[in-house]
């Protein structure tokens, strides 16, 4: 079993930037494909980030060039580094896993894009 705590949510202004941590405990972590997913208000959950075992990232066009995926076996984190915020980047943000086929979600945190 897998448990995945999100923090760094916030109010920050257009053009600002962010940085979500998601802590991850219960399994071999640095195994783990770790996924952001965000979701807007009246919009469905979608992905934005990824984060293979060995590093390798792969973003959704709308982040690509802002946001920037890591991971740090060690401490058992996966970061969101997010800059030149936009209001339609305001979302809850979650982390998301897969292990033994079954998909794990942190309780998410809040990003509020406003001036």
């Known amino acids: 079993q897998v448990q995945l705590v999100e923090s760094g949510g916030g109010l920050v202004q257009p053009g600002g930037s962010l940085t979500l941590s998601c802590a991850a405990s219960?399994?071999?972590?640095?195994?783990?494909?770790m996924t952001w997913y965000r979701q807007a208000p009246g919009k469905e959950r979608s992905w934005i980030a990824i984060?293979?075992?060995?590093?390798?990232?792969i973003y959704v066009d709308s982040v690509k060039g802002r946001f920037t995926v890591s991971r740090d076996n060690a401490k058992r984190t996966v970061s969101l580094q997010m800059n030149n915020l936009k209001p339609e980047d305001t979302a809850v943000y979650y982390c998301?896993?897969?292990?033994?086929?079954?998909?794990?979600w942190g309780k998410g945190t809040l990003v509020t894009v406003s001036s």
């Open positions: 219960g399994s071999i972590f640095s195994s783990l494909p």
């Open positions: 998301q896993t897969v292990s033994g086929g079954i998909n794990y």
């Open positions: 984060i293979l075992s060995a590093g390798q990232t």
